[in-house]
């Protein structure tokens, strides 16, 4: 969206948002597996997270 707008400034609060989006996931992921029955194995079925054949 911020290429599209053409914001400098959009972009570079996206630029900063993406690792800190993926930092949360990878927390959520250790806490799931912590505390929740079956999560590790429906992570092996599931294998991407976000974004379908890239992560």
Do not use: D
């Not at 912590?34 to 092996?44: A, I, P």
Request: hydrophobic residues 50%; proline residues 7%; without cysteine.
């Amino acid at each position: 969206m911020p290429l599209v707008l053409a914001s400098p400034w959009s972009f570079l609060i996206m630029l900063l948002y993406i690792p800190i989006i993926a930092k949360r996931i990878r927390n959520e992921e250790v806490v799931l597996e912590q505390g929740l029955e079956g999560y590790t194995e429906y992570k092996q079925k599931v294998r991407y997270k976000v974004i379908p054949f890239v992560w």
